[in-house]
C-alpha cells in the first residue's frame, strides 16, 4: 500500500532526488530511495530528498 503511493508519487515527482548535502540532483525510483539503496552520485550521502519539495 504504501509502496504503491510512493510509486505514485515518484511519477507525479519525476522520479528526481536531491541530495541534502550537495543538493546533487539523481533520477531515481522512490522505492529505492525508500529502501535506502540509492547514494548520493556526488558525495555517497544516502539523504536525499525529492526534487520539489522544499
Ligand atoms: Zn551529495
Do not use: E, W, Y
Amino acid at each position: 500500500m504504501a509502496a504503491k503511493i510512493a510509486i505514485a508519487h515518484a511519477r507525479l515527482f519525476g522520479n528526481v532526488f536531491v541530495c541534502r548535502d550537495c543538493n546533487r540532483k539523481s533520477r531515481t525510483q522512490a522505492v529505492r530511495i525508500i529502501a535506502g539503496k540509492v547514494k548520493c552520485p556526488g558525495c555517497g550521502s544516502r539523504k536525499l530528498r525529492p526534487v520539489r519539495k522544499k
